[in-house]
């Protein structure tokens, strides 16, 4: 197996904590669906959220959609000013057969317009 990262991120509706809950599982079954992935093919996955987003972990989601034993990490995105707000990303760390050429980073809702090169 080949270790591949995976890039996502989601842009939440407010900064309520259910909505970051619902966006961040959202984005995580996202990224398991389109690459094909279990829990077991995790390594760990790195969270940040804007500094506007403080209602809850995003880590909390990803138990919540059975990441129960994979390694979890939030932190705070740097505050750039003109930044797109309440954007949670994740940085994921697989094992997997897919050439990086195949991997599927994931943009979802307002998030998309982060990465136009990118966003499936």
């Keep these: ?11 939440v509706d407010a900064d309520e904590r259910e909505l970051v809950i619902e966006a961040t599982a959202e984005l995580v079954s996202e990224v398991m669906r389109r690459n094909e992935l279990t829990a ?3 390594i760990s996955v790195v969270f940040t959220g804007t500094p506007d987003l403080t ?4 880590a909390l989601a990803a138990r919540k959609v059975g990441l129960t034993d994979v390694p979890l990490m939030c932190a705070v995105e740097m505050d750039v000013p003109g930044a797109l707000p309440r954007v949670v990303r994740l940085l994921a760390h697989v094992e997997t057969e897919r050439p990086r050429a195949e ?3 994931v943009y979802l809702r307002g998030a998309q317009a982060l990465r136009l090169d990118i966003a499936q």
Excluded: N, W, Y
């Excluded at 209602?55 to 995003?58: K, Q």
């Design 55 to 58: 209602s809850e972990f995003p």
């Design 1 to 11: 197996m080949t270790v591949r990262a995976i890039r996502g991120a989601v842009q």
């Design 103 to 105: 991997v599927k980073h």
């Design 40 to 42: 077991e093919d995790l």
